[in-house]
């Protein structure tokens, strides 16, 4: 064997990982970034047509893809995406768990079933997506799991009742899952938690509000986010916050709630709802969109 072949064959393989939600906004702006750094990637949605067109675009960026059409609120489907990234890479380095779907509207406004998913989506399914990846984590006793968390896991605002209660609880399970994986020195559990970020997730979401969502400001961009959690990837942190105005609200939240519950009220109507008029719907809360979308607004 010559020395450059010699070289050849000791390279490491590019890292696996696991992108959930990689159709639109932080998961898509997420999997083009570690496509650039050539990761061996497993992109999991909802809908086959959106993944196949972000799949596409991480190939001509120098990933090899392979994409699996996933609904993460069934635990099943969940355990064989799993498995199925498993089974093509020899293993998995890391998750990223990008994947929500978002209801606007008073609580008793919002039916019951629209409510409802995006509680299994949000909470059932960052439980079925860390459950997977933390057992071969385990297994291999090494991996990362990255976590969506929010600024409106540690503040309430109203008008987004489902999303407030998933991503508080998605904050406190994360929370546990870090706890609970210091007895392995190589398995990590990060939460990546942003303030408004500028993704399709306002006009995609289910509306009985009257008004399309918006982000008030300050407003980071999807592809922000996706430069954190990269960096989580290289460099775990249990926590991490992104967005400017991010500690002051919280702080307003526990110190003056009296002040904080006064204000919010008007702040959302003024800077989260936007002035385009909307009907009842569903978005894509119950059936996805078919189609990919972009990573920003």
């Known amino acids: 064997m010559t020395a450059s072949q010699d070289t ?12 959930t939600g990689a159709s639109s906004g932080i998961g898509r702006a997420t999997a083009h970034r570690l496509a650039d750094r050539g990761t061996r990637l497993v992109l999991a949605a909802r809908s086959r047509p959106a993944l196949e067109v972000v799949a596409e675009e991480c190939r001509q960026r120098g990933a090899d893809v392979l994409l699996v059409p996933t609904d993460v609120s069934d635990e099943a489907a969940v355990k064989a995406l799993v498995q199925a990234a498993v089974e093509r890479f020899g293993g998995l380095d890391a998750c990223v768990h990008a994947a929500a779907v978002v209801a606007y509207g008073r609580f008793e ?29 385990r297994s291999q006793r090494s991996g990362t799991l990255v976590i969506m968390g929010s600024l409106l896991g540690k503040i309430s605002t109203p008008y987004m009742s489902s999303y407030v209660a998933t991503k508080a ?95 919010v009220g008007p702040l959302m109507r003024v800077a989260g709802l936007s002035r385009t008029r909307v009907d009842p719907h569903a978005g894509n809360v119950l059936t996805p969109t078919h189609y990919a979308e972009p990573v920003r607004e």
């Open 169 to 263: 609880a998605v904050e406190s399970l994360g929370r546990v899952l870090t706890i609970e994986q210091r007895d392995l020195d190589n398995v990590h559990v990060c939460v990546v938690s942003p303030g408004s970020v500028a993704t399709p997730v306002f006009r995609q979401a289910a509306n009985y509000v009257g008004r399309y969502g918006r982000p008030p400001p300050p407003v980071v961009s999807a592809e922000r986010v996706a430069v954190k959690i990269v960096e989580r990837l290289d460099h775990p942190r249990s926590r991490t916050s992104v967005g400017i105005a991010n500690p002051l609200m919280i702080f307003g939240f526990r110190a003056l709630p009296g002040v904080f519950d006064l204000l």
């Open 8 to 19: 050849l064959s000791t390279v490491e393989p590019a890292p696996v990982v696991l992108v």
């Open 109 to 137: 406004d919002v039916p019951t079933a629209v409510f409802d998913q995006v509680i299994r989506t949000g909470v059932l399914g960052t439980a079925n997506v860390s459950r997977s990846a933390l057992q071969v984590f």
